[in-house]
């Protein structure tokens, strides 16, 4: 009879460990889906919603007396099976637009066949007479439904928390994650403006005579100097006829640039748009927008919380091994190992090489495409677009460049350091882009980026104001509307 009692009790524990964990679940992606579309009522959501889930058990325990439902075995069965399932689509289709409707399909199926099973034959048969069998095969169950369960209750708290607090970037994902929040100091060299932007505060009138730049950047808009030593603050004091808006964001790319060109850049009415392109990841990373996510393992919060996690402690590792460098800067950034820095240079070198030309079509592929959207956005609005590429360290030091080929197989024949920047050009050419090469600007310099860094200091940036001073002035002081094939003609005059 002990033993009856302790079945019933497992089965008991199980049923309402699922049912909350299946509620959660559920609680989380309201709570997302509200947080994505109006951003100020995410706790509000929450709140609402576990109340919401809390009252459905409630409910159903009460009304449903279907024995079926109230089988932990079967609610066991449940889990292990939708996770196997989730598991096997996302590894097989993840990122593909057929995996969502496969888990769905796959999911309704093995559900009804296990509803339709429970009432026929037990899961566990009868005809198995060897206790060391029966005992390994509940053990097994036990192991796996506790595995299903803490992935099922992990990911949805990560998910949670990242709702909850705004942004993370041990477990956010996408360029939310990265995104400053409102009306933020960070530390004494940074601080946003109220719609989480560096520098000035926007305002939707504009002043007579002025021109409003807005500019699109990643890392290098942000920038890892004080803000007032910023290329955009020190272009913006520069050009007292000229107001530059920074729309700068870190980590992301020509796909997330054209996302803020729709939703934030517009409302202000800007005279030019300004996207400053980095050659070192605008090409080859990018971080897919929500509405554009279909299962990608990267997508979940505990891979990417035990992925990063790994990172910092390899990072921290290695920083433990080699004395930190001094840097005669007024901000010292966040040191990383001179070993780290040269892998993320080694790769972001595959631009430059002509044979990873056929492997990274599709990154060509995609920023283009990207690009070509900013492009068709701006002639919507009627609104002039430039583009000013940044170059990487090791288009411009030297002797950087050897210390990554240093110990490598990499032949420098293989090597052409142009070769980006001419992609670019040829399609700002061929379209009337008004289009800068900063590579002549820092070509053979070795004292403009961060030490280990890969961002400008606070030289690197003055170079960089100078040059867009020098260059802006002439994309908007005309007399008459003209075309953008004109001011691309002006441009190079």
């Excluded at 990265?178 to 504009?206: A, C, I």
């Amino acid at each position: 009879m002990a033993g009856e009692d302790r079945k019933r009790m497992w089965n008991r524990w199980a049923l309402w460990a699922l049912a909350l964990g299946l509620a959660w679940a559920a609680s989380v992606q309201v709570v997302e889906t509200i947080h994505a579309r109006h951003p100020e009522g995410a706790r509000l959501a929450c709140a609402a919603a576990l109340a919401g889930a809390a009252v459905t058990i409630w409910l159903v325990r009460r009304r449903v007396r279907h024995a079926v439902l109230f089988q932990g075995l079967f609610w066991r069965w449940l889990l292990i099976g939708l996770t196997a399932i989730h598991v096997m689509v996302v590894l097989s289709l993840g990122g593909t637009s057929a995996a969502r409707h496969v888990w769905r399909a796959s999911a309704a199926t093995y559900a009804a066949c296990l509803v339709w099973l429970a009432d026929k034959i037990p899961l566990w048969s009868s005809a198995i007479r060897c206790p060391a069998v029966v005992r390994m095969g509940r053990t097994l169950e036990i192991v796996l439904f506790n595995v299903c369960l803490f992935l099922l209750l992990g990911e949805s708290s990560l998910r949670a928390w990242n709702a909850w607090c705004g942004t993370s970037p041990l477990i956010g994902y996408g360029m939310e994650a990265w995104r400053m929040l409102p009306s933020r100091t960070y530390g004494e060299y940074l601080s946003t403006n109220s719609r989480g932007f560096p520098g000035r505060d926007f305002v939707r009138e504009k002043t007579p005579g002025v021109y409003r730049l807005a500019a699109l950047g990643d890392s290098f808009a942000v920038g890892v100097v004080p803000l007032r030593y910023n290329f955009l603050t020190l272009l913006d004091e520069a050009l007292p006829h000229i107001e530059v808006y920074n729309y700068g964001v870190p980590c992301i790319g020509p796909r997330e640039y054209y996302h803020l060109l729709q939703t934030e850049v517009w409302p202000f009415r800007p005279d030019l748009v300004l996207v400053c392109f980095f050659v070192g990841n605008d090409i080859t990373d990018y971080w897919p927008l929500p509405s554009e996510r279909r299962m990608e393992l990267a997508s979940y919060r505990l891979y990417i919380a035990g992925r990063r996690l790994t990172r910092l402690a390899q990072e921290w590792y290695s920083t433990q091994r080699e004395p930190r460098q001094q840097t005669p800067i007024a901000y010292a950034p966040v040191h990383i190992s001179r070993e780290t820095f040269l892998f993320i240079e080694r790769e972001r070198l595959k631009v430059c090489r002509t044979s990873c030309q056929p492997l990274l079509a599709r990154s060509w592929e995609h920023t283009l495409e990207y690009l070509e959207r900013i492009r068709r956005a701006c002639q919507r609005q009627h609104t002039p677009l430039a583009l000013v590429v940044i170059p990487d360290e090791f288009q411009t030091n030297p002797l950087l460049l050897q210390e990554m080929l240093h110990g490598t197989d990499i032949d420098e024949r293989d090597i052409d350091l142009t070769l980006p920047q001419r992609t670019l050009a040829e399609f700002c050419r061929t379209r009337g882009i008004p289009y800068l090469d900063l590579l002549p600007v820092f070509a053979g310099t070795t004292d403009t980026y961060v030490p280990s860094d890969t961002h400008w200091n606070v030289k690197g940036n003055q170079l960089a104001a100078a040059a867009l001073a020098r260059w802006v002035p002439h994309l908007l002081q005309v007399d008459r509307p003209v075309t953008l094939s004109e001011r691309a003609t002006n441009s190079a005059k």
